[in-house]
């Protein structure tokens, strides 16, 4: 066995024993991918059958259901690191393969399960001590208009329970859009109910500095050719006044199927709350259909306040509303 491999890694038409290709390949960038594939015909076929894989599903199995690229000719698909869930920003991006034939298993969620969370008033809101399914709980009784609340880390109730429906990924079948004018587009693969769960914005939690900063190289990057970040600011106004909680998530580096949602002058078809899971550090943005969507029709939700700026990218929504360019946040 071990002369065949060297036998075949010494043969100028074989470069590379195909054994070793299959578990090195994932893990490459598309450029490093497309490099690669020029050397040897064999590592052409393997190279190829990767991408095949990966423009299959965007959410490298992290998902429920696999999330596809469709419409796609040239690039077939957009590479990024997945995460189903909110993570702390990280300076190195990580590898992490992609378009492999073995599953790769979740990361772990943002939590703080060793924590005492106090809300504005002093009182524990760490979590709830049922056993059943919290179908009379205290967890979601805090629910509001504007915050929703959840059972989560700090509570004794298991996955099972009934009051986690935003924190098992993504809930309904979708699909990524290749779009003529706006780039990638993310679209229902199923009907979708009004108020129905359907995704939460998962990516990096950046600190306003670090927001700022990305913000600002994204910009310049976005100047010299297309390019579209995946930037987004959420100010939580707390009930005790003035105070405001600033939530920055990038998922351009780092990220879920949501990054891929654009922006509608007219509010799109999608609502956001920030839910607070009992016993985690951060709220979660979560989107909710604000209507009855039909499967294949667009997402789209209001990116925020419509703030004009003079290098603004355009906007495509086609909405009578329009304000023909994108909504972005003065930092
Ligand atoms: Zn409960
Ligand atoms: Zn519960
Ligand atoms: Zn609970």
Redesign the pocket.
Known sequence: MAQQVLRKAHNPNDCFPIECAELVLPWLTPPELANVSMTCKSLRQVSHSITLRRSSDASRSFENFPVPFLNTTYPPYAHFIYTPSLLLSSQHLPRQPWGGRSVISPAPALSAESVSLVDESGRVVS??D?RDA?SD????CLDGLDVGR???P????GPE?G?RSSQKGVAVRVKIVRDGRKGWALCADQFIRKGQFVFEYAGELLTTKEAQKRQQYYDELALHGRFSSALLVIREHLPSGNACLRLNIDATRIGNVARFVNHSCDGGNLSTKLVRS?GALFPRLCFFALEDIPEDEEFSFSYGEIRKRSNGLPCFCNSPSCFGTLPSEDT
Do not use: T
Request: glycine share 16%; hydrophobic share 0%.
């Open positions: 979590g709830c049922c919290c709980c205290p967890c979601s959840e059972c989560g700090g509570c004794r109730c329970c009051s009992s």
